[in-house]
């Protein structure tokens, strides 16, 4: 896990990709980021060279597995013109497979449904301050939140 230092400015558009687009490409999973860049806005981070953020700490460590969170550093940032997306989207494209309808993608980009978690994307992120890792509770509610959007996300788009 990396550290960083109040100040540090992290741009995603220097990296040929992020760690997260090489997981997703390493797990098969990158055709969804593709996906979501073919139909992204033209003002839009494609994902590939991004950073990703939450508005709450609980939310980032909810996708870290337990052994992670004993290692992971979590930090409040900046996000240059941050644009939010709703994050449960992404299973639902997964749950639609290799050929999903464009309407995930729209749904994406321009929600028009009610979505608890959003993911904020930025290329340039200002880290301002390491925050500590949640609790258990905050964690636990934050997977919920995430849970009750995936299933509103199948709802609303069955695939």
Known sequence: MSSY??????DARTFEQTHYYKRQTENGLVWIDQFLDK?????????????FAFSRPAMCAHFFDE?????AKLYEVELTNPIGCPMAM????????????????SEYWNPKAEWNILEYMSPVMKIVSQ???????????AHG????????????FPS
Do not use: F, W
């Open 39 to 51: 139909h992204k806005p033209s003002d839009a981070p494609s994902r590939k060279n991004t950073n």
């Open 145 to 156: 939140a995430y849970d009750v959007d995936i299933s509103d996300g199948l709802r609303l």
């Open 67 to 71: 052994s992670e969170r004993l290692k």
């Open 5 to 10: 230092k109040p100040g540090q400015v992290l």
């Open 90 to 105: 992404i299973a639902v494209i997964m749950k639609h497979g290799y050929d999903p309808d464009v309407s995930l993608a």
């Open 131 to 141: 925050v500590p890792m949640p609790d258990k509770m905050d964690i636990s509610l």
